[in-house]
């Protein structure tokens, strides 16, 4: 088991940027998942929004390619999502996962809300 805690969510202008970071609490799973932000707007599915595998390897929706960036600090057992020229269509909950073979880890979300 693992839990996800995420944190750096709230309200920003359009243009604006936020950190969101996620905090795994089980060294072994973070170190073999690859990691994930998704996002779930009212109304709409939750999307992908960027992945890093456990070797680097970076994952990102068209709609936040050059905007976004995801990182992860094996050392301390979090991944971060930098989000910059911020839109409104970006509000949404964000989702921290921690994708394994053997399943998911979600943690309980985060609201960003983007004003115009």
């Known amino acids: 088991q693992v839990q996800l805690v995420e944190s750096g969510g709230g309200l920003a202008q359009a243009g604006g940027s936020l950190r969101l970071s996620c905090a795994a609490s089980s060294p072994n799973i973070f170190s073999l998942a690859s990691m994930g932000w998704y996002r779930q707007a009212p109304g709409k599915e939750r999307e992908l929004v960027a992945s890093?595998?456990?070797?680097?390897?970076?994952n990102y929706a068209d709609s936040v390619k050059g905007r976004f960036s995801i990182d992860r600090d094996n050392a301390k057992n979090m991944v971060n999502l930098q989000m910059t020229s911020l839109k409104p269509e970006d509000t949404a909950v964000y989702y921290c996962n921690a994708h394994l073979v053997c399943g998911d880890y979600w943690g309980q979300g985060t609201q960003v809300t983007i004003a115009s």
């Open positions: 890093i595998t456990k070797g680097g390897t970076t």
